[in-house]
């Protein structure tokens, strides 16, 4: 059972550049997630991927944006790169229980990220 | 705005005795706590998490106490083992009546137990 899919593992931009990295769902998710991780932090929530529609977002600018097709499967945008911009970018996915409440722990599956340098 | 905190950013253990790592929140609306662990070129995992209302959660050799009051969480893991050394994360989620469920994930603690 194939879990999260990221591709490119690794890409190098210049500055004012434009990027877009994908994803793909573990199976039987229909939720994803992006996060940034910069070097010595944590992940950061950039924004969360439903229906097609983006539920949720985090602290980011307009440049951040994404898109999620109709197999679940998401990419994230980042238009007019910035140095700040390097960073690895996690995507996770999840299962969006019926209803609004979950019945547990909002347990992520990550994948092994897209390390974005942007020189 | 850091709303979870792991203020030890390396720790290091002997093979066999219990590593503790320590998370610390600000944020009262965090409902739902978790740790995950990371290798080196892979994404984080997740390891085990504990609700608000309880004070202890454990699985095998990991336990996560939770102390509300002092807004404070803990991992303990025993015995430590060399395939343990990664990096752990601390992450919280905010209440579903918040209409959000993403996470906060603190800074990580690498942890390193030796043979």
């Known amino acids: 059972d194939a879990g999260v899919t990221q591709s490119p593992t690794h890409l190098i931009k210049t500055r004012g550049q434009q990027v877009t990295l994908r994803c793909s769902p573990k199976?039987?998710?229909?939720?994803v997630s992006w996060y940034q991780q910069a070097l010595g932090q944590g992940p950061q929530f950039i924004f969360q991927?439903?229906?097609?529609?983006?539920?949720q977002r985090g602290n980011f600018p307009d440049r951040f944006s994404g898109h999620q097709f109709p197999n679940y499967s998401s990419e994230l945008n980042v238009n007019a790169l910035l140095l700040g911009d390097s960073a690895l970018y996690l995507c996770a996915s999840s299962f969006r229980p019926s209803g609004r409440r979950s019945t547990g722990a909002n347990v992520l599956t990550f994948g092994a990220g897209s390390r974005l340098t942007v020189l | 705005d850091q709303q979870v905190k792991q203020n030890s950013p390396s720790l290091s253990v002997q093979e066999g005795r219990i590593s503790i790592l320590n998370c610390d929140y600000t944020?009262?609306?965090?409902?739902?706590f978790l740790w995950y662990k990371k290798y080196p070129a892979e994404g984080p995992t997740f390891l085990i998490s504990i609700s608000s209302i309880k004070d202890k959660n454990e699985d095998g050799r990991f336990t996560v106490f939770l102390n509300k009051s002092a807004k404070h969480l803990s991992l303990h893991i025993v015995p430590s083992q060399p395939g343990d050394s990664a990096v752990y994360f601390c992450?919280?989620?905010?209440?579903?009546?918040?209409?959000?469920?993403?996470?906060?994930f603190g800074t990580g603690t690498r942890l390193t137990v030796i043979p």
């Open positions: 992450a919280a989620r905010r209440g579903l009546q918040t209409g959000a469920n993403n996470l906060f």
């Open positions: 199976s039987g998710h229909d939720t």
């Open positions: 944020n009262s609306m965090f409902d739902y």
């Open positions: 991927y439903y229906e097609e529609e983006e539920r």
